[in-house]
């Protein structure tokens, strides 16, 4: 049973989420790392004095203006199924109900939201739904193609572009896009991405304002990040709800929070934002469950007092144990520790991370996220010293037997994706017929559906997109973890008309 499963490793050393990271204790007035040993005797519904999520007229409604003032948020709404949802609700109020489809009239696409390619599958499916234009503001840079290949000087976006999941866009791109298509009012990037890497959200959010455009932010991997400020980070960690309209954290993932707790935080700090709480609110109440995990929401709470009250000292600690932690890996020789702006994010880059990855399960030591070149550890303050010294004697172990079988390994790869914005909408219209097919046989041929790896469920490649053979090179290798495909067969369209 998958209990069984579980509970076997449940000793196990995690490097994932969620970011409690099983760790439990007796609350009694007195806040830790962790999850309330007896949570579950406190499912229960909304009833008289529980409140209901979706009026909020009682303690939820405390508790979600306690959150709103600790992000300095208009509103932060509290989510229990997931930062997906977030993106659900605050792309869908958005939704135009004209039926205005794809227009290119000189002046760009009208009614549309601005995307960069490295979107979480969440966003596509917000705008599949919601029957929005998206602008992919495409900024993939190949740092290896480009002569940068030196793993001492390569930073984690740009192995990223190697690997074919799309670099963060640059602010030239983004206000590039905006003046191409003046009519789209709307922009939505993810800043941390999966690796740790920010956006500068300060000069974007800035940008935005000028042109008016309203800024979704996916901060999914940034809960935490407002008490990373006051330590020797860089300057782009920031609030990220700070620099948006609309800021979506996955509280789950970095806090300790039950899985599916996140916030969603809404201000309206400009004209062209006025009303946007309440639709919002409005889109959110399609898309919850009438039925939130009581649990959930009480560690979301208690998460915030967490880290009101212990958080700067928490993290304070934590910046010691990994800074120490990295500088003994640092002499290591087959394993480069990336840069990150997010020091609670260790992505180490070595040129087997799948046999990396294995080691590390044999010793029953867990990452989040392996890719063609980088293993993935997401760390939090529920991690000690003694935890961390474990997993730098299994990482020592590994590199020391690297050292006496070093094997060839993956070349660099990269998505070949146009450098300019992707207008993918309309291609519905004008595609004639479909059929299935093994990936290697679709080459050449336009995807129907967005293809992609999970994690981090970000597309290699887009709808509307002609296969190339380095599309069919990376897929091939993350069996098991491809999303967009039928049965094992990719759909593809018999021909385009244009
Ligand atoms: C960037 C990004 N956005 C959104 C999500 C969705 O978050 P959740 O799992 O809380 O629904 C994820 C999940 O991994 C993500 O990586």
């Given at each position: 049973?998958?209990?069984?499963v ?24 007195t806040?830790?790392?962790?999850i309330?040993?007896?949570l579950?005797?406190l ?9 209901n ?7 939820l409604?405390?508790?979600?203006e306690n959150a709103?003032?600790?992000?300095g948020a ?12 977030a ?9 135009r109900?004209?039926?205005?489809k794809?227009?290119n ?6 009614g ?10 969440s966003v596509y ?6 029957g ?10 190949d740092?290896y193609a ?9 930073s984690a976006d ?26 789209v009012?709307?922009?939505l990037?993810t800043?941390?991405?999966?690796y740790g890497k920010?956006l ?9 304002k000028?042109?008016s ?9 940034g809960?935490?990040?407002?008490e990373?400020a ?5 300057d782009l960690i ?7 309209d609309?800021?979506i954290?996955?509280a789950?993932k970095t ?5 599916g ?17 309440n639709?919002v609110?409005?889109?959110?109440k ?5 039925s939130?995990?009581y649990?959930?929401l009480i560690t979301l709470?208690?998460s ?10 928490a993290?304070?600690?934590?910046f ?7 500088q ?10 990336l ?14 991370a799948?046999?990396?990855e ?6 029953r ?12 550890f997401i760390?939090t ?6 935890e961390?010294d474990?997993l730098?004697?299994?990482?020592e ?11 060839e390994s993956v ?6 994706h146009?450098?300019?914005s ?6 519905d219209?004008?595609?004639v017929g ?15 559906y ?7 469920a970000t597309?290699?490649?887009l709808?509307?997109?002609v296969?190339?053979?380095k599309?069919?090179?990376i897929?091939?290798q ?8 039928q049965?094992?067969?990719?759909a593809?369209?018999d021909?385009?008309?244009?």
């Amino acid at each position: 049973m998958l209990y069984d499963v579980i509970k076997k490793y449940r000793c196990a050393l995690r490097f994932h989420t969620p970011g409690a990271k099983g760790r439990v204790y007796k609350y009694d007035k007195t806040l830790e790392w962790g999850i309330p040993a007896d949570l579950l005797e406190l499912d229960i519904t909304e009833l008289e004095y529980s409140d209901n999520l979706l009026i909020r007229a009682g303690i939820l409604k405390v508790a979600s203006e306690n959150a709103a003032n600790y992000f300095g948020a208009d509103k932060c709404f509290f989510i229990t199924s997931g930062a997906t949802t977030a993106i659900l609700s605050a792309v869908y109020s958005f939704k135009r109900n004209d039926g205005v489809k794809a227009k290119n009239n000189g002046g760009g696409t009208t009614g549309g939201i601005f995307i960069s390619k490295n979107s979480h599958i969440s966003v596509y499916n917000a705008i599949e739904i919601t029957g929005l234009n998206s602008i992919i503001i495409d900024s993939c840079v190949d740092n290896y193609a480009n002569g940068v290949n030196n793993a001492d000087k390569v930073s984690a976006d740009s192995v990223c572009a190697s690997n074919g999941y799309s670099d963060l866009p640059t602010l030239e791109q983004i206000e590039s896009a905006f003046k191409r298509h003046k009519g789209v009012k709307v922009l939505l990037l993810t800043s941390p991405n999966y690796y740790g890497k920010v956006l500068d959200i300060k000069s974007i959010y800035a940008l935005c304002k000028k042109y008016s455009v309203t800024f979704i932010l996916d901060a999914a991997h940034g809960a935490h990040f407002k008490e990373l400020a006051g330590l020797k980070v860089s300057d782009l960690i920031k609030n990220p709800t700070q620099y948006s309209d609309i800021c979506i954290l996955s509280a789950h993932k970095t806090l300790p929070v039950l899985t599916g707790g996140a916030f969603l935080n809404v201000s309206e700090r400009a004209d062209y934002t006025k009303g946007l709480v309440n639709r919002v609110d409005a889109s959110l109440k399609k898309f919850h469950t009438t039925s939130p995990s009581y649990p959930c929401l009480i560690t979301l709470d208690l998460s915030i007092h967490y880290l009101q009250s212990k958080g700067a000292a928490a993290y304070a600690s934590l910046f010691q144990r990994v800074s120490a932690l990295k500088q003994r890996l640092d002499k290591l020789k087959h394993i480069k520790v990336l840069d990150t702006d997010d020091f609670t994010r260790l992505v180490l880059k070595t040129k087997c991370a799948k046999a990396l990855e294995s080691h590390l399960v044999a010793n029953r030591i867990y990452p989040e996220l392996t890719d063609l070149a980088r293993v993935v550890f997401i760390i939090t303050p529920a991690d000690t010293e003694s935890e961390l010294d474990t997993l730098y004697s299994v990482l020592e172990a590994f590199d020391i037997a690297r050292e006496n079988d070093v094997r060839e390994s993956v070349t660099s790869t990269t998505a070949s994706h146009d450098n300019t914005s992707v207008d993918n909408t309309g291609v519905d219209n004008i595609a004639v017929g479909k059929g299935d097919l093994d990936l290697i046989d679709a080459l050449g041929k336009t995807s129907v559906y967005n293809v992609g790896i999970y994690p981090p469920a970000t597309p290699v490649i887009l709808k509307g997109e002609v296969v190339t053979k380095k599309h069919i090179k990376i897929l091939s290798q993350f069996k098991g973890r491809i999303y967009g495909l039928q049965n094992g067969k990719i759909a593809v369209y018999d021909s385009i008309e244009h």
